[in-house]
Nanobody, 117 residues
Framework: EVQFVESGGGVVHPGGSLRLSCAAS????????MTWVRQAPGKGPEWVAA????????HYADFVEGRFTISRDNARNTVDLEMNSLTPEDTALYFC??????????RGQGTQVTVSS
C-alpha cells in the first residue's frame, strides 16, 4: 500500500522558514515525479513545486518567487520542501502528491503551515 506522511509544518512569523518532509512507504520515490500541493481555507488545491523522477526537472509555481526549494532524499525516501521568507499568504495545508503537478491522487494527510504575526 502506497502511503505518504508529511511533517514539518507549524506556526511561524512572517519572514520565517520551515522545512517540510514527505515520507513514503510502499513505493520508492526515486524515479517517480512528485508534487507539493497546498490548500488554503476556502480555496482549491494549488501545486507549489514539482520534481521529476530523476530530479533533473524541477518546476515552481509563479508565486514561489525563489523562496522555496524542492529536493529528494533517496536514502530517506522523502521529498522535502524548504520554505523561506514565508508570508501570511502561504498559510495552508501542505501535502505531497504522486505525479507531475498533480493536485489529487495518491497523497498524504498534509501538514499545516500557519504564518502569523
Amino acid at each position: 500500500e502506497v502511503q505518504f506522511v508529511e511533517s514539518g509544518g507549524g506556526v511561524v512569523h512572517p519572514g520565517g522558514s520551515l522545512r517540510l518532509s514527505c515520507a513514503a512507504s510502499g513505493i520508492f520515490l526515486s524515479g517517480n515525479d512528485m508534487t507539493w500541493v497546498r490548500q488554503a481555507p476556502g480555496k482549491g488545491p494549488e501545486w507549489v513545486a514539482a520534481i521529476g523522477g530523476r530530479s533533473d526537472i524541477i518546476h515552481y509555481a509563479d508565486f514561489v518567487e525563489g523562496r522555496f526549494t524542492i529536493s529528494r532524499d533517496n536514502a530517506r525516501n522523502t521529498v522535502d520542501l524548504e520554505m523561506n521568507s514565508l508570508t501570511p499568504e502561504d498559510t495552508a495545508l501542505y501535502f505531497c502528491v504522486l505525479g507531475w503537478k498533480r493536485v489529487d491522487g495518491y497523497r498524504g494527510q498534509g501538514t499545516q503551515v500557519t504564518v502569523s504575526s
